[in-house]
């Protein structure tokens, strides 16, 4: 642990390390010397919980299957503005079949899809537009004998 860099602790992030760092933690073996109250008191509830875990001591479960996921979000930013309904329905298409290819990966059906559109908030000078709509999809006819929670 003397040689790990605290940023490759599972768990620890790029902002966390910059924060650690300075702190004078730059190895795990620097981070496990930590009192975990001290720890907890400066970042998280998580940061200190892996203090302990460094040090032996039993606290994070792991889980042996991750849960099925309760949403599936398929969004992207565009490098520029699209205004032509051909690109928009383009960009549509390439989502849901993303989204699709999720849901089959958990073996599940969609209960709801929801399509938002708007234009660049951070660029005041443009006027703002900002839409949504949502449509319930039928389920019942499904070869699947889940329970459908998915949106």
């Known amino acids: 642990m003397r040689i790990v860099p605290v940023g490759e602790v599972w768990g620890i992030g790029s902002h966390?390390?910059?924060k650690l760092n300075q702190l004078g933690i730059d190895t795990a073996w620097d981070l496990a010397s930590q009192p975990s109250n001290r720890i907890q008191a400066q970042f998280t509830i998580v940061v200190a919980r892996t203090v302990?875990?460094?040090?032996g001591i039993?606290?994070?479960e792991l889980e042996e299957i991750a849960p099925d996921k309760q949403q599936i979000v398929y969004?992207?930013?565009f490098s520029r503005r699209l205004t032509e309904c051909q690109e928009l329905s383009q960009a549509l298409a390439e989502f849901y079949s993303r989204a699709a290819e999720k849901l089959r990966r958990q073996h599940?059906?969609?209960?709801?899809?929801t399509v938002f559109i708007r234009t660049n908030p951070?660029?005041?000078?443009?006027?703002?537009?900002?839409?949504?709509?949502?449509?319930?999809?039928?389920?019942?006819?499904?070869?699947?004998?889940?329970?459908?929670?998915?949106?």
Do not use: W
């Open 16 to 18: 966390t390390t910059a």
């Open 52 to 55: 302990m875990e460094l040090n």
């Open 58 to 60: 039993h606290c994070m």
């Open 75 to 77: 969004s992207r930013s």
């Open 108 to 113: 599940s059906v969609a209960g709801c899809m």
């Open 122 to 151: 951070f660029n005041q000078q443009e006027p703002q537009y900002q839409r949504s709509a949502s449509i319930k999809l039928d389920t019942s006819h499904s070869r699947h004998p889940r329970t459908y929670r998915y949106s």
